[in-house]
């Protein structure tokens, strides 16, 4: 099937409303651009589930604090249309700045204590303008099953808690980090790097890793898991931490580790920050 690309609102929702009443199922994938093949898996995920796909492409001001790298953020629109037609979507929203937001909202949508913490702390209001966009996607998509990666775990909590407490009528799938072979996460930052910088950046991949083996030998102390793995990043120049933290699987701190637990650690490397996270149960 070939790919309808919008940059309007509207004849973009008319779409997709059309299709429910042919009684399809929607799949959306909001993206800010930059395809890599992890959003490509989450493309090929939907087209799996859901009878359309919708992609979203928008840089979204709201999310980025002053300072922070929304002006150099990559963007590739014609590689990005390739790839999503090829992965097989049916629609692609595109819109430029001045139709998704005619002028600055005056609304904004906070999850609050999901979204204050680790990336929250380090990036304040960045949930805020996620959520408040992520809000907007799904009003104008309507009802769908939407699928983010796992990769922003944190991100994927705030939605998830947004969706639930709004009552929209959207299911959010997590779906698993996508990885090069040496461990990286795949990240549309990752274009920052310098050869000799991404040579290093598996540092972080290790980092949890080694918090996980800290578990599976019998750690329960969450200061010596985040210990282990701030020492693997130490040992690389190249990076400043920003958190190393083990938390419960909902983000929620903890004293003891036990059951289902996540890692998530943030670092910066040249002008990128990084981040990654990986489950471990106890
Ligand atoms: O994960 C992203 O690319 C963005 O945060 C999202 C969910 C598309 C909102 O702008």
Redesign the pocket.
């Known amino acids: 099937m070939s790919l309808t690309v919008f940059d309007r609102l509207e004849p973009y929702r008319k779409a997709l409303e059309t299709e429910r009443a042919a009684g399809r199922t929607v799949g959306l994938v909001?993206?800010?651009?930059a395809l890599h093949a992890g959003?490509v898996s989450l493309i090929h995920r939907a087209a799996l589930d859901c009878d359309v796909v919708a992609v979203?492409i928008?840089?979204?001001p709201?999310?980025f604090a002053p300072g922070e790298d929304l002006t150099t953020y990559p963007r590739d629109p014609e590689g990005d249309r390739a790839q999503i037609s090829e992965a097989g979507a049916t629609y692609l929203l595109a819109p430029p700045m001045r139709e998704m937001f005619a002028e600055p909202p005056l609304t904004s949508v906070t999850v609050g204590r999901i979204g204050e913490s680790l990336e929250g702390a380090s990036r304040p209001g960045h949930f805020t303008?996620?959520a408040t966009?992520?809000a907007k996607?799904f009003a104008v998509s309507g009802a769908c099953r939407a699928y983010?990666?796992e990769?922003?775990y944190q991100?994927l909590a705030v939605?998830r808690r947004m969706v639930a407490d709004l009552g929209l009528p959207v299911d959010v799938v997590g779906c698993p980090t996508v990885r090069d072979a040496d461990g990286l996460a795949l990240s549309?930052r990752n274009a920052y790097l310098s050869p000799d910088e991404r040579a290093a950046a598996p540092t972080l991949y290790q980092a949890l890793l080694a918090g996980g083996d800290a578990i599976g030998a019998g750690q329960r102390d969450p200061g010596s898991i985040r210990a282990a793995m701030a020492e693997v990043v130490a040992r690389e120049p190249k990076f400043t931490l920003d958190y190393a933290e083990v938390t419960a699987a909902d983000l929620t701190p903890i004293d003891t580790v036990a059951g289902e637990v996540r890692l998530l650690i943030a670092a910066r490397i040249g002008t990128a920050r990084l981040i990654d996270n990986l489950g471990a149960h106890a």
């Open positions: 909001p993206t800010m651009g959003h979203t928008f840089v979204n709201l999310q303008g996620v966009i992520v996607l983010f990666g990769k922003d991100q939605i549309s």
